[in-house]
T-cell receptor, first 114, second 114 residues
Framework: DGGITQSPKYLFRKEGQNVTLSCEQNLNHDAMYWYRQDPGQGLRLIYYSQIVNDFQKGDIAEGYSVSREKKESFPLTVTSAQKNPTAFYLC?????????????FGQGTRLTVV | DQQVKQNSPSLSVQEGRISILNCDYTNSMFDYFLWYKKYPAEGPTFLISISSIKDKNEDGRFTVFLNKSAKHLSLHIVPSQPGDSAVYFCAASVLWGGADGLTFGKGTHLIIQP
């Protein structure tokens, strides 16, 4: 079955540590995205990538980093520079930019800083 | 500055009746609109979309209406069922050009009363 897999589902991090969230898709989609959801808030775009080895900052990129070495994978690193990292993180993919298509989402990773 | 607004944080509707969820946008560049449904601790699932060349799109119990002059769209669910209880997000994007990614509203929590 095609889809997007995020792991782990729950993640705990100590303050000052970097942590990497995994996102893998087997939908053969070109574009991939990372969003963050906070209570009572919509989804806010962190980073996106249209193609392998290229990515762009979204609205709230500070304190985050990404890589896109393979089409299927778009990992997100939450660095110690992110001041409020506790949130629900969602990865999504889409066929490609400029097409009237929906984005498909993974099941999310709940990150908690302890 | 919110470009996509869902002004009702919650909505309670009786089972079997019509649910109407509203969404306003400010960016006139948006030309593709989507509705997503989300359960707690899960990723959003796509419901229905509409492009700016249409004013209505229907899929089973779900209908989306777009009023471009008012920069307003709405999602109608008829008849409402208990499984429809969830948070509904309105999202918008630009089909060609502009920044990529979907811009989301803050969501409306729909509660279907038996």
């Amino acid at each position: 079955d095609g889809g997007i897999t995020q792991s782990p589902k729950y993640l705990f991090r100590k303050e000052g540590q970097n942590v990497t969230l995994s996102c893998e898709q087997n939908l053969n989609h070109d574009a991939m995205y990372w969003y963050r959801q906070d209570p009572g808030q919509g989804l806010r775009l962190i980073y996106y990538s249209q193609i392998v080895n290229d990515f762009q900052k979204g609205d709230i990129a500070e304190g985050y980093s990404v890589s896109r070495e393979k089409k299927e994978s778009f990992p997100l690193t939450v660095t110690s520079a992110q001041k409020n990292p506790t949130a629900f993180y969602l990865c999504a993919s889409r066929v490609r930019r400029g097409r009237g298509t929906e984005a498909f989402f993974g099941q999310g990773t709940r990150l908690t800083v302890v | 500055d919110q470009q996509v607004k869902q002004n009702s944080p919650s909505l309670s509707v009786q089972e079997g009746r019509i649910s109407i969820l509203n969404c306003d946008y400010t960016n006139s560049m948006f030309d593709y609109f989507l509705w997503y449904k989300k359960y707690p601790a899960e990723g959003p699932t796509f419901l229905i979309s509409i492009s700016s060349i249409k004013d209505k799109n229907e899929d089973g119990r779900f209908t989306v209406f777009l009023n471009k002059s008012a920069k307003h769209l709405s999602l109608h669910i008829v008849p409402s069922q208990p499984g429809d209880s969830a948070v509904y997000f309105c999202a918008a994007s630009v089909l060609w050009g502009g920044a990529d990614g979907l811009t989301f509203g803050k969501g409306t929590h729909l509660i279907i009363q038996p």
